[in-house]
């Protein structure tokens, strides 16, 4: 069609016209349908792992701003959160790209530490309208969303952040639940969740919890500090209950639920889901 210049012309019974006037017919192109000489069986270049897997040392260069190896998460400490800080109250939509951009950082997706620099550079903080701004609680100093989780957790200072409805939406990159995990956030609590970004949520050992009343996202301030209390006997159906002090003095309190399972459970006190492979696997 592109060399009659012609969506109507037929490759298969039409005829073009040469430079030198004669009429000519394209040939049929033909092929093989199976390699003449078969497939290479594979057997020269399968390289079996070995006996010993703990053997096996991944060397990446220090100075690499793409690579770096995974550091396994702490695990729970068994203790109840209290006083933690809202890291920020999202509003509105906040996809996973809010929360982890992509574009020019996809490039550090093997690098953590890199990465992280975006975290939810996207959403828009209730308290005041803006993106990537937020109030340091400690310092009282205006901040990014990274810079001040990072002084946070440099402190040793777990964090949790406010969702709306549909916190995660989106594509299901991982990196929107690793990097809170590794800025030391514990929690994320939100009106409603995508359904894949509040697994990969629980996978890498956050607690993922939502409002019985989407009406209590209003009463919780983005200058609020936090208890979640009845993690003592976190289970599953077992609601725990948010207490918010607010900077006046006064606090709210809300209930939350959440749909972990036994095994989600067990991957928050483990530290992540890798983490309880890791300790069965030592186990065995």
Not at 73 to 93: A, C, H, M, R, Y
Not at 132 to 137: A, E, G, I, Q, R
Not at 243 to 250: D, M
Request: aromatic residues 8%; negative net charge; charged residues 25%.
């Amino acid at each position: 069609m592109a060399f009659a210049g012609d969506l109507t012309f037929n490759p298969l019974t039409d005829e073009l016209t040469g430079a030198d006037g004669k009429k000519f017919r394209f040939s049929q192109p033909s092929g093989y349908e199976l390699p003449p000489r078969g497939y290479d069986p594979g057997e020269d270049t399968f390289q079996a792992p070995p006996n010993d897997p703990t053997s096996v040392k991944i060397v990446i260069d220090p100075k690499s701003n793409r690579l770096q190896l995974l550091e396994p998460f702490q695990p729970w400490d068994g203790s109840t959160p209290e006083n933690f800080p809202v890291l920020i109250k999202v509003q509105g939509k906040c996809t996973t790209d809010h929360i982890s951009a992509g574009g020019p950082w996809l490039k550090y997706r093997g690098h953590l530490q890199n990465i992280s620099h975006n975290c939810l550079i996207g959403a828009i903080n209730a308290g005041n309208g803006e993106a990537n701004k937020v109030l340091n609680l400690e310092t009282g100093e205006w901040g990014g969303v990274p810079k001040v989780a990072t002084e946070y957790r440099d402190k040793g200072i777990k964090w949790v952040i406010i969702g709306d409805h549909n916190y995660g939406e989106g594509s299901s990159r991982e990196h929107a639940a690793l990097e809170p995990r590794y800025l030391g956030g514990l929690a994320v609590i939100a009106r409603s969740f995508a359904r894949i970004h509040e697994t990969n949520l629980k996978k890498q050992g956050m607690l993922a919890l939502t409002f019985v009343d989407p009406a209590d996202y209003d009463r919780i301030q983005p200058t609020d500090r936090v208890d979640i209390q009845g993690l003592d006997d976190f289970a599953p159906g077992n609601n725990l209950r948010l207490i918010a002090h607010h900077t006046n003095g006064l606090k709210d309190e809300a209930e939350l639920t959440h749909s972990f399972s036994g095994d989600h459970v067990e991957w928050f006190k483990a530290g992540s889901a890798l983490n309880l492979m890791a300790e069965r696997a030592r186990r065995n």
